[in-house]
C-alpha cells in the first residue's frame, strides 16, 4: 500500500487534481471565477500540470529525459501563479483597509526579498540529491519555491492577526489551503534532500501527496460551503458590544461604552 | 543535515502559528462579546507632555548626563507602556467597529469603518513606536517621535465619539 504504483499512490496523485478541476468548473458555472480569477487559473494549471506529469509517469515511451523536462516546464509555471495569486489573496485580505494597504506592500516586498535572499541562501548550501542536474533542479526549485510561499504566506497570517483583520473566509481557506501545502512540501523536500533511501522518499512523496489532497478539500470546502450570512441590525441604537451574533440591542451596553468612550478621552 | 532540520522546524512553526490563527479566527467570529468593557481609561495629558521634545530639551539642560540617561530611561519606559494601552484600546475599538459594520443605518456603518481605519492606522503607529522606543532605551539621548501615536489616538477618539453618537444620540457626550 505504502510504495510507488500502489493503489494509494496512483488516488493521492489523480484523485485531487481531478477534485481540483471539478472545483475550476464549480467556480467558472456559479462565476466565483470573476471573485478569485488567480485561483481559478491556479486550480487548472497546477491540476493539469499533475496530471500530464501523472501520465508521462505511467506511459511507457515516455522517455525519463522527457519527464523531467515536464516537471521543470510545469513547475516553473505553477510557480509563477502561486505568487500572483499569493497577490491576490494579500488584495483580498488588506484591500478593504485603505490605511493599511500601502504598509502591507510595503512590507510584504521587503519580506519577499529577505526570503528570496535565505532561499538562495539554503539552496546553496543544501546537498544535491542527484548528480544529474535536470533530477536534482526541480528538487532545489520546489525547495526555494516553498520556502518563499511560506514565508510569505506566514507574513499575511501574522499581519491580519496583529491588526485583527476579518478577512474573507473564502480568502482564508486559500490561504490556509496553500499554507499546508507549502510547508508541509518544504519539510518533505528538505528531508528528501539528504534522504538516499528509496523507501523513505516513497513515504514522503506519499505524505507530500496528501497534504495536496487535504489542500484541496479545505479549497474545496470554503469554496463550496456558503458562509452564514451576517444579521444586520435592525435599530441604529444597537450597541457596539452588541456582535452579529448578539440578538436585540442593550441599553445598558450602550451606557457602559459611553462611559468607556469618556473615560477614554480623559 | 542541519540545513534540513532547520527547514523542517521552520515549516513545522509556520504550519503552527498559521492554524493557531484560523482557529482562533474562527473562535473570534462565533463568540463576540461586549468588547467596550476592556477599554482601559488613558491619560492623554500624561502621555502628551512624556513625548514632548520640549520636556527632554529641559531635562537634558537641566539634569547631569548620567542622570538624565536615567530619566530618559525611565520615561521611556512610561512611554512603552501608554503606546501598549493605546494599541490595546485600537484593537478593542476594531471589534467594536467591526461589530457595527453590520449597522442597518449607513451613516453609522460608514463612521463605523472610519473607526477602523483609525484603530488601524493607531496600530500601526503604535508598532513603529515601539520599536523606536527600545531603540531608544539602548540609546537614550537619540530623540524620538512617538508624537504619531498621540496624533492618531486623538482621531480615533473622535471616531469613536462619532460612532456613539450615531449610534445613541440620546445620551450626553463630552468630546
Known amino acids: 500500500m505504502l510504495q510507488a504504483h500502489s493503489y494509494l499512490w496512483h488516488y493521492l496523485w489523480v484523485a485531487p487534481n481531478l477534485y481540483l478541476l471539478v472545483l475550476a468548473y464549480w467556480m467558472w458555472r456559479r462565476g466565483r471565477r470573476r471573485n478569485y480569477p488567480v485561483f481559478f487559473t491556479f486550480a487548472i494549471v497546477a491540476s493539469l500540470g499533475q496530471l500530464i506529469l501523472y501520465a508521462a509517469d505511467i506511459i511507457p515511451w515516455v522517455s525519463a529525459d522527457a519527464f523531467w523536462t515536464v516537471l521543470w516546464c510545469g513547475l516553473l509555471v505553477e510557480a509563477l501563479v502561486k505568487f500572483v495569486l499569493i497577490g491576490e489573496l494579500f488584495e483580498h485580505i488588506f484591500g478593504p483597509y485603505k490605511s493599511l494597504v500601502k504598509f502591507g506592500k510595503i512590507l510584504i516586498r521587503g519580506v519577499g526579498a529577505v526570503l528570496v535572499f535565505i532561499a538562495a541562501l539554503v539552496a546553496a548550501f543544501s546537498p544535491v540529491s542527484n548528480p544529474h542536474i535536470i533530477v536534482s533542479g526541480p528538487h532545489l526549485l520546489e525547495q526555494t519555491i516553498y520556502l518563499i510561499e511560506s514565508g510569505l504566506l506566514l507574513a499575511i497570517f501574522v499581519l491580519a492577526a496583529y491588526f485583527r483583520l476579518s478577512s474573507d473566509r473564502t480568502s482564508l481557506g486559500i490561504c490556509l489551503g496553500l499554507a499546508i501545502s507549502a510547508c508541509v512540501h518544504l519539510a518533505t523536500w528538505a528531508v528528501a534532500a539528504n534522504n538516499s533511501s528509496k523507501e523513505v522518499s516513497v513515504l514522503l512523496d506519499l505524505l507530500h501527496m496528501g497534504a495536496y489532497h487535504v489542500s484541496v478539500l479545505i479549497w474545496s470546502y470554503y469554496l463550496l460551503v456558503p458562509e452564514k450570512a451576517p444579521k444586520k441590525h435592525r435599530d441604529p441604537s444597537t450597541g457596539p458590544s452588541a456582535g452579529p451574533s448578539a440578538g436585540s440591542p442593550h441599553e445598558e451596553d450602550l451606557d457602559v461604552w459611553n462611559r468607556e468612550l469618556e473615560r477614554l478621552v480623559h | ?175
Open chain 2, 1 to 175: 543535515m542541519t540545513i534540513a532540520i532547520i527547514l523542517v522546524v521552520a515549516a513545522l512553526g509556520t504550519l503552527i502559528v498559521i492554524l493557531t490563527f484560523t482557529v482562533s479566527q474562527g473562535l473570534q467570529s462565533s463568540g463576540r462579546t461586549g468588547p467596550a468593557t476592556e477599554i482601559r481609561p488613558m491619560d492623554v495629558a500624561a502621555f502628551r507632555n512624556l513625548v514632548d521634545p520640549a520636556e527632554d530639551d529641559y531635562l537634558r539642560r537641566r539634569l547631569p548626563a548620567s542622570d538624565f540617561r536615567l530619566v530618559r530611561r525611565e520615561r521611556l519606559r512610561a512611554m512603552a507602556a501608554y503606546v501598549q494601552s493605546a494599541k490595546r484600546n485600537a484593537e478593542v475599538l476594531v471589534r467594536i467597529a467591526q461589530n457595527s459594520t453590520l449597522a442597518a443605518d449607513a451613516q453609522t456603518a460608514e463612521a463605523a469603518r472610519r473607526l477602523e481605519d483609525h484603530a488601524h492606522l493607531l496600530q500601526r503607529n503604535c508598532m513603529f513606536a515601539i520599536v523606536k522606543i527600545y531603540i531608544a532605551l539602548a540609546w537614550p539621548n537619540s530623540s524620538l517621535a512617538a508624537a504619531p501615536v498621540l496624533q492618531g489616538y486623538e482621531e480615533l477618539n473622535h471616531s469613536a465619539m462619532l460612532l456613539g453618537r450615531l449610534q445613541n444620540p440620546a445620551a450626553t457626550m463630552r468630546i
